[in-house]
């Protein structure tokens, strides 16, 4: 606790602006080659996010864990030239979005991500299936049930939690035995049919 509390001080956002911040967590998505289904609602919701005036009273920005042991703070990342902008520390209401299926980063920072929890800054992570945990001999990964676990074990405790149905948030509750779930709503991730050549 001492160690993120030197570092939070050291490097908390000292940016004026006057807008909270939402922060897209794209730690897994800036590291991969393959676009998976997730990935591509991950890039759509960005879209929806830059265009919709709901959101005006926000900055929208992109951060991800550096890959160091023991991990301090967040990077900011530029999209567009793929390159990091700044190590930092979010701002008391600032909000940090992980929209993509990212076990490894999140299960490896929890410790920073509730230090910060701490610090009134907020969480919010999108479910989209159990499949990991219900059927993981569908996957090559060994221990895919224990991890996807450890990570839910960590997302339940979020400030926000959507599932992609009604289905999924239900499946949820069941296998993990939730008690606290007012915090956990479905939403509806819409589709895009436009044929691209």
Same mark, same amino acid.
């Given at each position: 606790? =001492?160690?993120?509390?030197?570092?939070?001080?050291?490097?908390?956002?000292?940016?004026?602006?006057? =807008?909270?911040?939402?922060?897209? %967590?794209?730690?897994?998505?800036?590291?991969? %080659?393959?676009?998976?289904?997730?990935?591509?609602?991950?890039?759509?919701? &960005?879209?929806?996010?830059?265009?919709?005036?709901?959101?005006?009273?926000?900055?929208?920005?992109?951060?991800?864990?550096?890959?160091?042991?023991?991990?301090?703070?967040?990077?900011?990342? =530029?999209?567009?030239?793929?390159?990091?902008?700044?190590?930092? +520390?979010?701002?008391?209401? %600032?909000?940090?979005?992980?929209?993509?299926?990212?076990?490894?980063?999140?299960?490896?920072?929890?410790?920073? &991500?509730?230090?910060?929890?701490?610090?009134?800054?907020?969480?919010?992570?999108?479910?989209? %299936?159990?499949?990991?945990?219900?059927?993981?001999?569908?996957?090559?990964?060994?221990?895919?049930?224990?991890?996807?676990?450890?990570?839910?074990?960590?997302?339940? $405790?979020?400030?926000?939690?959507?599932? &992609?149905?009604?289905?999924?948030?239900? $499946?949820?509750?069941?296998?993990?035995?939730?008690?606290?779930?007012?915090?956990?709503?479905?939403? +509806?991730?819409?589709?895009?049919?436009?044929?691209?050549?």
């Amino acid at each position: 606790e =001492n160690f993120f509390f030197f570092f939070f001080e050291e490097n908390l956002d000292q940016n004026q602006r006057k =807008n909270r911040t939402i922060y897209i %967590d794209v730690s897994l998505y800036r590291a991969i %080659d393959k676009i998976t289904g997730i990935q591509r609602v991950l890039t759509n919701l &960005i879209k929806e996010f830059k265009k919709s005036s709901k959101y005006k009273n926000f900055h929208l920005s992109y951060c991800y864990f550096p890959s160091v042991e023991p991990n301090p703070c967040l990077a900011e990342y =530029n999209l567009q030239s793929k390159r990091t902008t700044r190590y930092f +520390m979010p701002r008391k209401d %600032d909000l940090i979005f992980f929209l993509d299926f990212d076990t490894h980063n999140i299960n490896k920072n929890k410790d920073l &991500i509730f230090f910060l929890q701490t610090k009134k800054v907020k969480f919010a992570a999108i479910v989209y %299936d159990l499949l990991p945990y219900t059927n993981p001999e569908w996957f090559p990964v060994t221990y895919y049930k224990k991890v996807y676990f450890k990570w839910f074990n960590i997302i339940k $405790k979020l400030d926000y939690v959507f599932t &992609i149905s009604e289905t999924v948030k239900l $499946k949820l509750i069941k296998n993990f035995r939730l008690r606290k779930t007012n915090h956990i709503n479905p939403i +509806m991730l819409g589709a895009n049919f436009k044929k691209k050549r």
